[in-house]
């Protein structure tokens, strides 16, 4: 009968359990399942072999990583050779498939995951503070906060100009900003309508509509002065001209001045809100610039951040094949035609790019599958270059636009190989050329740095100090211009 031991990673270390008779304990699952609970009974199936601590965080940290990663540690490895006799006759319970073939290719121990191992792991961790000495719960729980945080800290690992959580974010307010903007727009229609209703036909837009009622407020209080400003909103002279006659002869009711507050300060907040979408589109643009500079080129800020969003990264985006990029935003109706056996969406978030409106109604299909390829490409080399550049997003844009054309005239588009080739030429010139403008920005510095040191002034007629130092070399020189100029001054005297 092969000996048993259970390797247990703590937060605080890695301990190791011998199981005493452990067939008899594999036959009877159900016993040791009501022993869990129970430390008296519990301590009948597990002993204590050896405790090690980690040195410290960090040493924890890794070891951390590498397990979840299945990889095994020159810690534990250490651990295990000191403590575990004849490796080839001793059978190891741990928790993880992936670190049990790691130690078993190591170092031959024959390593398992199933039957009795993973609820003897389940009581060790329910009494491990009263398995080992000197340890409580308290001291337990602080060292696996302790290790969570840091983990969790070092798993989130991103470039900080990189950031696909930014974009995500950005342009779910974005969608959020549209509807509440057009909702608050059609109140205050509403709303300023009681008071003015012939403004609505002659100012359609909401953004300008909103300016104007919080310009005008009272439209008997426009008179041939106020021509000025509104033309300033409007940007148009005639339209600022019909506002003020339809403001003499408006059927509209009056309104008291409190009411005319409340709709000023809340045209007021339509206003501000519409302004910061515009601000905020700039910020999407210039993140995606720097995140997803191809895919950003390829179908638009906007569509590329809506893909980036439901695929939840862009890594996650990278990974999809292009099928999936493709149906990306209409899964609904996609289950829905599984069920009742119709025909599969052809688009999804890439409807709302400009390449699916300007195809035929026969080629939409076609245009789709073409463009969910080139988005697959864009996003994949988006996600794994380290330097970001646009050109790949231009290269693919163009063979989309070829491929309308040849949809519509039969033109014969380049191949694929062929258009990456130039594309790949580009972007190596154009990072040497960024690689020798910082050479020579570096040259640059190191040419001033030899100049300043160059022009310090040296010592005169052999008179050394060695208790000057640069500071009072500094404040000497000044001195000595001075009275040149002063020479100079008293000769042309």
Known sequence: MQPMYVLYEHAAGYALFSVKEFEEVGMLLPQVEASVTDLSRF???????????????????????????????????????????????????????????????????????????????????????????????????????????????SKVKFNVHRVDNMIIQSIALLDQLDKDVNTFSMRIREWYSYHFPELVKIVPENYLYAKVAKFIQN?????EESLEGLEEIVMDSSKAQAILDASRSSMGMDISPVDLLNIEMFAGRVVALADYRKQLAGYLRSKMEGVAPNLASLIGDQVGARLIAHAGSLTNLAKYPASTVQILGAEKALFRA????????????????????????????RISRYLANKCSIASRID?????????????????????????????IPKKNIDVMKEALEEAQQEQAQAEQATSEKKKKKKDKKRKLSESAPEEENGHTNGDHSMNGDDEEKPKKKKKKKKTKSESED
């Open 219 to 223: 439209r008997k209080n426009l008179s």
């Open 43 to 153: 301590n009948g199936i597990v002993k204590l072999v050896s405790f090690s601590a980690f040195k410290n965080a960090l040493a924890a940290l890794e070891n951390v990583n590498g397990i979840s990663e299945g990889i095994m540690h020159e810690d534990l490895q250490l651990f295990l050779q000191s403590n575990i006799p004849k490796p080839k006759k001793v059978v190891l319970g741990v928790s993880e498939p992936k670190l049990g073939a790691s130690i078993n290719e190591a170092l031959g121990i024959n390593c398992t995951h199933l039957g009795a191992v993973p609820e003897i792991i389940r009581g060790i961790r329910f009494h491990f503070h009263n398995l080992i000495k000197g340890f409580t719960a308290k001291s337990s729980g602080v060292a696996q906060l302790g290790l969570g945080h840091s983990y969790s800290r």
């Open 383 to 411: 996600c794994f270059s380290e330097n970001p550049t646009h050109i790949f997003g231009d290269k693919l844009k163009q063979q989309v636009e070829d491929r309308l054309k040849f949809y519509e005239t039969g033109d």
């Open 338 to 365: 599984l069920k009742t056996k119709g025909n599969t969406p052809k688009y999804g978030l890439l409807f709302h790019s400009t390449f699916i409106g300007r195809a035929g109604a026969k080629n939409k299909g």
